[in-house]
């Protein structure tokens, strides 16, 4: 298997630009989350969804962070306007039902806001 | 709400040292509990986890015991390589509720092992 994919690993954009971070889960697995992870807070949960559905989303900081899952493998985390604390680390992990315990990580998208 | 505390690093041992990292949980219930290690430039990878009180869960000649009368999940290995240099991950999952909950994290442990 392919592991949880992201892209782009790298991301660099100025203040005020809208950057839009994705996510390929594992086949077969019915839970994705996205993580942020800073030097000052650690990782965070932002947002998970469940079979496509949005089940807590009270860590996403601002409004202006959003995140949908259109199906069941691919996911977006968008950031419009995007500000230089935005600045992080961001992990998607996906797993099963069969094994809810398990969390699988994508390699992360390391993203740079000047 | 859940948390979790882990020891502060950067830990640095010597090759074959014992290695003790602690970590203490808060939490409602019953959660269960994981270490997760990150390599330079990687995700996170799950080590080991326990799912109830008085498990032990092992992997990789590492082993954390779920007490739950003193709410800690320490990490240990007994004798520790260079490749074993990454960051160390605590974390909890709340109590079964149906469906699948995030994680909680600690801030993370830095292991530095010299040859």
């Known amino acids: 298997d392919a592991g949880v994919i992201q892209s782009p690993r790298h991301e660099v954009t100025e203040m005020g630009q809208e950057v839009t971070l994705r996510c390929k889960p594992i086949s077969g697995h019915n839970s994705l989350f996205w993580y942020r992870q800073t030097m000052m807070r650690g990782l965070e949960l932002l947002i998970y969804?469940?079979?496509?559905?949005?089940?807590?989303d009270s860590g996403m900081p601002e409004d202006r962070f959003s995140a949908k899952m259109p199906n069941a493998s691919f996911s977006t985390l968008k950031i419009q306007p995007s500000e230089p604390r935005d600045s992080a680390v961001y992990f998607c992990?996906?797993?099963?039902?069969?094994?809810?315990?398990?969390?699988?990580f994508g390699p992360g998208t390391r993203l740079t806001v000047t | 709400g859940n948390s979790v505390t882990q020891m502060e690093g950067p830990v640095t041992l010597s090759e074959e040292a014992f290695l003790t990292i602690n970590c203490t949980y808060t939490?409602?219930?019953?959660?269960?509990l994981f270490w997760y290690v990150q390599y330079p430039g990687e995700g996170l990878q799950l080590l080991l986890k326990?799912?109830?009180?008085?498990d032990k869960g092992s992997n990789k000649g590492f082993e954390a015991t779920y007490r739950k009368e003193t709410t800690s999940f320490h990490l240990e290995k007994g004798s520790v390589q260079v490749s074993d240099s990454a960051v160390y991950f605590c974390?909890?999952?709340?109590?079964?509720?149906?469906?699948?909950?995030?994680?909680?994290f600690g801030k993370g442990t830095h292991l530095i092992i010299q040859p």
């Open positions: 969804f469940n079979n496509n559905v949005p089940i807590d």
């Open positions: 992990a996906s797993s099963s039902g069969q094994a809810r315990y398990e969390q699988y």
């Open positions: 974390a909890l999952l709340r109590g079964a509720g149906g469906g699948a909950d995030g994680l909680t």
């Open positions: 939490a409602t219930g019953y959660p269960s």
């Open positions: 326990a799912t109830k009180a008085d």
